[in-house]
Each structure stands twice: as structure tokens, then as C-alpha cells.
């Protein structure tokens, strides 16, 4: 069983940043790739970005590309999104998911292993 809590979350301007974490619990985390997933509201889940469980490949959504950069720390169970140069349109809630397999983070299959309760990011214009 993983845990997962996000943070970092809240309001910024257009083009400022914020950086969001993913604290997991349990001794498994370096075994799961683990991905950042949003929804907008009236929208569906769109992938974000994501990074395999030995950190050495990330993937980026075109929309984020540039902006975004995932990293981890297995040592302190923790995955980031470092979140640059913001648009209003970034505006979702943004959840991490843990997944044995990057194929289904990206393409935000209903069988992802686990999933945080969402932090929310709001860009003002």
C-alpha cells in the first residue's frame, strides 16, 4: 500500500511558479514510476509529466514542455513538479499517482496503482 499527499499548491500570478511535492508513504515507493496528473474544472485528467522509478527518463505533455520538470528523491520517498513561467490555463488540481508502468500515467489509464487527494493551482491573469 502507498500513501501519497501532495503540497504546494495555491495562487500565483501568470508567469510566476510554484513547485509542487509528493510525499509517499510505505518502503515501495522506489518501485513505481510516479506521474503528475490535472483536472480542470468541467475537464477530464490530463497527464502532466512523469518519471520513471529510477529517475533516469522523464515525459512531458506538449502543453508543459519547457515549463515543467519532475524529479524524486527515493531517499525521501518524494517526487516534485517544479511548475515555471505559469498561464492561467495551467489552473487545475494537480494530483500524483504512483504506477508500475510510465505507459499508464500518460495515458491516465483507470488502472493507475495509486493516486494523492490533489492540491490545488489557480493562475490569476
Known amino acids: 500500500q502507498v500513501q501519497l499527499v501532495e503540497s504546494g499548491g495555491g495562487l500565483v500570478q501568470a508567469g510566476g511558479s510554484l513547485r509542487l511535492s509528493c510525499a509517499a508513504s510505505g518502503r515501495t515507493f522506489s518501485t513505481f514510476d510516479m506521474g503528475w496528473i490535472r483536472q480542470a474544472p468541467g475537464k477530464e485528467r490530463e497527464f502532466v509529466a512523469a518519471i520513471s522509478w529510477s529517475g533516469d527518463n522523464t515525459y512531458y505533455a506538449d502543453s508543459v514542455k519547457g515549463r515543467f520538470t519532475i524529479s524524486r528523491d527515493n531517499a525521501k520517498n518524494t517526487v516534485y513538479l517544479q511548475m515555471n513561467s505559469l498561464k492561467p490555463e495551467d489552473t487545475a488540481v494537480y494530483y500524483c499517482?504512483?504506477?508500475?508502468?510510465?505507459?499508464?500515467?500518460?495515458?491516465?489509464?483507470?488502472?493507475?496503482?495509486?493516486w494523492g487527494q490533489g492540491t490545488q493551482v489557480t493562475v490569476s491573469s
Open positions: 499517482a504512483a504506477n508500475r508502468g510510465v505507459s499508464g500515467l500518460t495515458v491516465v489509464a483507470r488502472s493507475i496503482d495509486y
